[in-house]
Structure formats: C-alpha cells, structure tokens
C-alpha cells in the first residue's frame, strides 16, 4: 500500500488576507497567492493550507463565516477558488481549506433567521438560545466566559422589542456557536465538505475540533476566569498543574460526542479518491485526549501543541516529542509539528532570536510525520509590532487591551524590500509592515545564501529526498547529555540538538555534517563540537 501524501507532508498555512495582495485594496487574496505558488513550490512545501476566506464580516479574521461555500470578494470570488485550486495542483502542490463548524458569523442566514424567529422555534435551535437566569431573565444561563474573554453569553431584542433569550458564543459575539445535535447543522456541513471535495480540494482543517459538543449548559464552572486564562495561547499561567487540571474538564471542548461527527466526516473524505484528509485543531489536556481524534475511523492529523509550546529545552522537547509519538502510534496515526500559527507568537519572538528558531527548525524539520510551516516563518519574521490604534483582533477589545491579542503575527508578507509596502500591496495595508521586514523580504534574502529563506529550501529539499527522513524510517534516541537531544533516523542520519548557553564537544562516531544551523560546527576526529543553542545534521 503506498504511504498517504499527508503522512510526512510539509504544509504551508497561508493567511490570506496578509500573503499577496494584487488589488490593491489593501488585504491579499487568491489571485495573490496563485501568484505566490511558484515560491511555495521552490520552498519544498508539499501542500498549502489557508485559512478562511469565505463570505465573512471579518470580525475575527475570516473565522466568522458567513457563507462556507461562497469566497468572500475581498479575496476573489469561487472561480478563484477553483482556479487556485487547479494552479497549485499544476505545481504538484494539495491544498486544503479551513472549516469553522463550531459557529457561524452573526451575519449568516441561519442566525438571522433565528433573531427573527421566536424563542422555542427551529431557527432559534440551531443554535444555543436559552432564557436567562432571575425573574426578569437578565441573568445569563451560566457563567462560562467567552475563550476571547467577558461572557460567552449575549442576550438579544426579540422582534417585539423585548428582553430576550440569550445565546452562546464561546468565541467573539459575532460567532454564535452553532447546536451540534440538530441534525440541520451536520446535514449542512456535509454539503460544505463535499461542495469542496466535488471542486477538488485535498482536505480540511479543522477549526476549533474540540468544540461542536456541549454538555451541562444549566450548571456554573468553579473557575471561568481561570479556564479562559488556562486557555489563551501565550498566557502566564504560573500554576501549570492548576492549569492542567482546568484543561482537562471542560463542559463545552473535548466531549465525548464529538467523535460521531468525525466518523461521519471520514466516510465522507474516504468516499473521494485520492487520500483527502482532515486535520485537528484540538488545543486540549492532557495530550493523550489529541489521539481520540485520530483514530483509524476519525480524522487524520492533529496539532500538535504541547511541542509548539514546549521551551527550547532538549529535556522539554524530548518529553513532548515522546509522549506525542507514543501516544499516536497507540492509534496508528503520526505526530505533526507545529513551531506557530497565526494564533500565537512567531517562533522568532517567542524564543527570543533567530539562532534558535534556526535550530529548532532544523530539529523539527527532522522528526517523522507531518510537518506545518506558518507563512513567514520561513523568512525568520518575528512578530510585526503594532500601534493599538491599529489592533483588528477580537482578543484586544474583549479584554480592554490586556491582552494584546493575536495581530503581531499576522502581519502582510515582505516580498521586496524596494517597493511600496515591501511588495506586499500597492493600496495601504490592512496592518502596518514595520520597517524591520525590509531586512527580511523575499527578495533580500533569496540573494543571502545565508539568509533564514535558503536555510529552510536546503533543510525542507533534504526532508524531502533523504531517504533516512520519510515517513517509514525509524527515530531511535541516542546518548542523553544534559541539554542535548540526538536521535538517529533510519540507518545514516543522526540529529544533535544544543540547548544549553555552552559550545559542546561531543564524541560523535558518524562521519560528515549535512547540515548545521549554526556554521561554526566541526566535526574532526570523532569529535562534534556544537555552538550553544544549535543543531546539527549528520551522516555515516
Ligand atoms: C481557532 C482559530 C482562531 C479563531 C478561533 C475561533 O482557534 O485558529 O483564529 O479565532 O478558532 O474561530
């Protein structure tokens, strides 16, 4: 049987409203990352993720659908769906689109229909309407807070003017979360999955995959604060057993339901020739719950987001790469790697600097099964600064600007550093590129063979032709130095990773280094001496 292309596969997330723009209007759009194929081919990707770009008020990025089988025209229209998908099949590339099944956008039909409606009526259950609490209903149903911040409850105007219901919002107000056990919401969302599969599209991620099911909406959480803390990406949770124990009880992410709607997805992906797959989004605790989801019958992938948060620490990583693949091979799935997306901080910023993002690169670039490549990454962007005055994202204005939000990281691309707006639009940006980008431009550093962009060609084209690094060839653990994380692919490729602030000399019986994250690594007489926070690949 020969291996599914998404089992070692490198994706690239493309966010496109910041990749290419070529309307000038100010955001990208598909035309713009047709555009832009040519540079993801020469990359080594092996297949392109983008987020939503459907009808949408873009309250929060896309991810407010208001129509999932109609582009939105800021970025195109459907035959620009169906030409991209086409173009980048012509460049050997898959592509898969971004599903939000876990709300809609205030704006779509359904909802609209159900404001209108009465309470008690079947618009309204598409949804989660429900009285409020007290004699004059003013109190919400429950108190679970929004994972935006503030209350996941809204409370609406009925038609006649009066108080009304309130309904429930686990993200921005704009996206009400939609009610799983009517039959009419997975009826729909089998229409959208195949009216994607019919125009070819190679699969699906999964927004928010831990979330369709609720349970217990009538009873209060001891801690809502707390949770929605636990769960924000980057948040300082001091307390990190506490924050483990709040994840791993949720009444509305990680129930058991979930699992029947992605059996009834795989028949769907598996009733289409050609390996269409699905991958989770399931930010859930502890990381043994993640291979629920990708049972043999369920979904394909999962994210993985212990390793994306783990520290650069060879102790941290190794737990994380471990546990991950342990616990998947329990299912028959394979682990992917994620370093960010456009929900957290870009690898750069996170880690603090460049040499480091470098070496966990090339440490992860290394490991087997999927890999997910965040755009501009590959430029080694850190994450564009931002005056509030131009903050977008949800998460700054439901906290009252305590938490910055996600904007940083979804800053436009930098093509050419000469250009107006770095090449990127030729309008004014829906965000500002900082002056720093300039530096990091495509055309800059396709001219460096130095730069971060050639580091990334040399190490993807390696992951793809080395025969010790495809998706059969074992990982074995080598040697533990504190602070050092080696392991061996197959029969030649040895993998050594230095996380501490010291140079190391190492004994080291394999014979010539492929490549090094930092050039100041030598290998002489048996001994590799490593640069402090750096990797190396070596061979036979
Ligand atoms: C996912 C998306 C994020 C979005 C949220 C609500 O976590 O990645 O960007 O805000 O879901 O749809």
């Not at 983008?50 to 939105?72: C, I, Q, T």
């Not at 108190?143 to 003017?161: L, Q």
């Not at 993998?495 to 394999?510: D, F, G, M, Y």
């Amino acid at each position: 049987m020969s291996t599914p292309w998404w089992r070692d596969a490198a994706i690239y997330q493309i966010y496109p409203r910041s990749f290419r723009d070529t309307n000038a209007d100010g955001e990208g759009d598909l035309a713009g990352i047709i555009e832009g194929l040519p540079y993801l081919k020469r990359l080594g990707v092996d297949a392109i993720w983008l987020s939503p770009f459907f009808k949408s008020p873009n309250r929060d990025g896309g991810y407010d659908v208001a129509d999932p089988r109609l582009v939105d025209p800021r970025f195109g229209d459907n035959e620009a769906a169906e030409r991209l998908i086409a173009a980048a099949h012509d460049h050997g590339l898959k592509i898969i689109f971004d599903v939000v099944p876990n709300h809609f956008s205030s704006d779509h039909i359904w909802f609209q229909e159900a404001l209108a409606a009465k309470p008690g009526s079947p618009e309204r259950a598409r949804f989660h309407f429900y009285e409020g609490k007290g004699a004059d209903g003013s109190i919400p149903p429950n108190n679970w807070n929004s994972v935006f911040g503030g209350s996941c409850w809204t409370r609406i105007t009925e038609a006649d003017g009066s108080a009304g219901q309130w309904y429930l919002h686990l993200f921005d107000t704009s996206q009400p979360d939609l009610n799983w056990e009517n039959p009419e919401v997975a009826a729909d969302f089998e229409k959208t999955l195949r009216f994607w599969l019919d125009r070819g599209v190679d699969g699906f991620r999964v927004d928010v995959a831990h979330g369709l099911v609720k349970e217990g909406i009538s009873v209060d959480h001891p801690d809502p604060e707390g949770l929605t803390r636990a769960l924000r990406f980057d948040a300082e949770f001091e307390d990190k057993e506490y924050r483990a124990q709040l994840l791993s009880n949720m009444p509305f992410f990680d129930r058991e339901g979930v699992h029947d709607i992605y059996r009834a997805w795989r028949k769907i992906l598996d009733s289409y020739a050609g390996d269409r797959m699905a991958v989770a989004e399931a930010f859930i605790s502890p990381s043994s719950r993640i291979a629920r989801y990708v049972r043999p019958d369920e979904l394909h992938q999962s994210f993985n987001f212990d390793f994306m948060l783990a520290d650069w620490s060879a102790a941290e990583m190794r737990v994380a790469i471990q546990q991950t693949s342990a616990e998947l091979s329990e299912v028959g799935a394979v682990p992917t790697w994620v370093l960010n997306n456009h929900d957290s901080s870009r690898v750069v910023s996170r880690l603090g600097d460049e040499g480091k993002a470098r070496a966990l690169a090339l440490l992860t670039h290394a490991l087997p099964g999927g890999l997910y490549v965040y755009q501009g990454e590959e430029l080694g962007l850190p994450d564009g600064v931002i005056p509030d005055s131009a903050r977008q994202d949800p998460v700054f204005f439901r906290t009252n600007g305590a938490d910055k939000g996600r904007d940083g990281a979804r800053v436009p691309l930098p093509w050419k550093s000469a250009e107006l707006n770095l090449g990127f639009s030729t309008g004014e940006p829906w965000l500002p590129l900082p002056s720093e980008y300039g530096m990091h431009s495509v055309d800059v550093e396709e001219l460096n063979p130095h730069s971060m962009l050639n580091f990334y060609r040399t190490s993807l084209g390696l992951r793809k032709s080395h025969p010790d690094l495809g998706a059969r060839s074992e990982l074995t653990w080598l040697y533990s130095h504190e602070g050092v994380l080696s392991f061996k692919r197959g029969e030649s490729l040895t993998v050594v990773a230095n996380t501490t602030e010291e140079q190391l000399s190492l004994p080291e019986s394999a014979k010539a280094i492929l490549l090094a994250s930092n050039g100041d690594t030598t290998l002489e007489n048996g001994v590799l001496t490593i640069p402090s926070h750096s990797t190396v690949w070596l061979t036979n």
